[in-house]
């Protein structure tokens, strides 16, 4: 049986299409990846390094419409400080000025803030586990007492933007 011009050329068509299909599809799966491999990264190092925690709350204060890993990224080379190493998002890049103004913003909400004065009354993460254990067994009064606690320390240190 022969196949006529219009079958092939259809069928030719047809397999270039799935073709272009299957290459676009592998390169956004590829970029997709690589994008999410530098979004870990740049959380990992926040994780990791108080001085890229600092940094990336400081420019989330001057662009709070930025994200770390997706509009930026922060490198920090050995016993150096960190800094901003691509800034691709439509907007300006801050000035170093910019950054050391907001660093310091940074600094003292974080030794006066609301996070501070919490941290300093919050029971400690080895009772709340002890707690967390015991309720699992079914008691639940260390639980509720340390609920109890963590909800009076927040309503007595209310979050506030207003120190930013």
């Not at 922060?74 to 800094?83: A, N, R, W």
């Not at 707690?131 to 639980?143: L, N, P, S, V, Y």
Request: glycine share 6%; net charge negative.
């Amino acid at each position: 049986m022969v196949l006529d011009n219009t079958l092939i050329g259809a069928l030719i068509v047809l397999l270039l299409g799935l073709i272009a299909f299957v290459f676009i599809t592998w390169s956004n799966t590829r970029g997709a990846r690589k994008h999410t491999e530098n979004i870990f990264q740049q959380q990992h190092l926040v994780r990791i390094s108080p001085d890229v925690h600092r940094l990336s709350q400081a420019v989330h204060l001057l662009r709070p419409s930025v994200r770390l890993g997706f509009d930026y990224i922060i490198k920090q080379d050995d016993g150096k400080l960190p800094y901003i190493s691509e800034w691709d998002t439509g907007g300006s890049m801050p000035t170093q000025a910019e950054i050391d103004d907001a660093l310091k913003k940074v600094a003292a909400i974080d030794c006066t803030g609301y996070a501070a004065m919490r941290r300093s009354e919050y029971p400690s993460i080895e009772e709340q586990l002890d707690a967390a254990f015991k309720a699992r067994h079914g008691d639940t009064a260390e639980q509720e007492m340390l609920d109890n606690r963590i909800q009076q320390t927040k309503e007595k240190y209310p979050k506030s933007d207003d120190a930013l």
